[in-house]
């Protein structure tokens, strides 16, 4: 069994930067494929990107060239750099982990209490 943290949400101004943490317990987490998702209040949500267990990485393309999955396999964390934020990234964000790399949050297994952030104009 896999157990997601998220951590380092915040209120940040556009333009700023953030790094959420997504920290896991359990064994094998290195097999697993990650990937962050948000949801905006009334919004779906929605994949935002998504990391495999080689460490191949894949974006959704409002956010790339502005934010950067990787993950520490020694530290069983995976990151979301985000940088260049603005209003519309205003969401809360969730980690999510599974054996194999999905684009539908409904195949994902394991997910996060996810993390709040805000980002003023």
């Known amino acids: 069994q896999v157990q997601l943290v998220e951590s380092g949400g915040g209120l940040v101004q556009a333009g700023g930067s953030l790094r959420l943490s997504c920290a896991a317990s359990g064994r094998s987490f290195s097999a697993y494929a990650v990937a962050w998702f948000r949801q905006a209040p009334g919004k779906q949500r929605e994949l935002v990107a998504t990391?495999?267990?080689?460490?191949?990485?894949n974006y959704t393309d409002s956010v790339k060239d502005r934010y950067t999955i990787s993950r520490d396999n020694a530290k069983n964390t995976v990151y979301l750099q985000m940088n260049t934020l603005n209003a519309e990234d205003t969401a809360v964000y969730y980690c999510?982990?599974?054996?194999?790399?999905?684009?539908?949050?409904?195949?994902?297994?394991?997910w996060g209490q996810g993390t709040q952030v805000t980002v003023s104009p």
């Open positions: 990391i495999t267990s080689t460490g191949r990485t």
């Open positions: 999510a982990a599974r054996r194999f790399l999905g684009w539908d949050p409904r195949v994902y297994d394991h």
